[in-house]
Structures are given as structure tokens and as C-alpha cells.
């Protein structure tokens, strides 16, 4: 079911993840299933589904949206901080 944004500037999303989401766990999905049958390595299947339970999009946030805006914040980008004495 393709369920279209209300305000239309959300982005748009299929069951519960965006559609370029979707994509990369299909893609995922298929390169972890060739790499199973081949080699026998489950890591990439777990790095699939792992990536696929962060990106569910419930209320227009997820998981791995909110640990890259922590990160960004906690790390990423310098705080500015001014300090002023006010002589009351």
C-alpha cells in the first residue's frame, strides 16, 4: 500500500519506511541472500536487518534519524556558547 503524504511535504513512505529506504533494504536484502548461499556468511544479512528495524519511520522519526542527529550534535558540529555577566 503507497500511502501518499498528508501536508505533501513530508516524504513518502511504503508500510513503515521510506521509499528510498526501501530500496536500500531490497538491495541489501538481495546482496545478503547471494552472499548466504555462497559463502555461508550471515553479516550481512544481520547488517540488513539490523539497518531495517533502525529506519522504521513511526511519527515522521526513526531511530537511525535520531542517533545521526545525536551524533551530529554531540559531536559533529562545534556548540557555541556566549556567556554574558549582567549587572542587575
Given at each position: 500500500?503507497?500511502?501518499?503524504?498528508?501536508n505533501?511535504?513530508?516524504?513518502?513512505?511504503?508500510?513503515?519506511?521510506?521509499?528510498?529506504?526501501?530500496?536500500?533494504?531490497?538491495?541489501?536484502t538481495?546482496?545478503?541472500?547471494?552472499?548466504?548461499?555462497?559463502t555461508?556468511?550471515m553479516?550481512p544479512?544481520?547488517?540488513t536487518?539490523?539497518y531495517a528495524v533502525?529506519?522504521?519511520?513511526?511519527?515522521?522519526?526513526?531511530i537511525?534519524q535520531f542517533?545521526v542527529?545525536a551524533w551530529?550534535?554531540?559531536?559533529g558540529?562545534q556548540q557555541?556558547?556566549?556567556?554574558?555577566y549582567?549587572?542587575e
Open positions: 500500500m503507497y500511502i501518499y503524504p498528508d505533501l511535504k513530508s516524504k513518502a513512505v511504503m508500510w513503515l519506511w521510506e521509499l528510498k529506504d526501501l530500496g536500500i533494504i531490497a538491495v541489501g538481495l546482496i545478503s541472500i547471494l552472499a548466504l548461499t555462497q555461508g556468511i553479516i544479512l544481520a547488517v536487518a539490523g533502525l529506519s522504521i519511520r513511526l511519527d515522521d522519526t526513526s537511525k542517533i542527529n551530529k550534535y554531540c559531536v558540529v557555541y556558547y556566549e556567556w554574558r549582567t549587572d
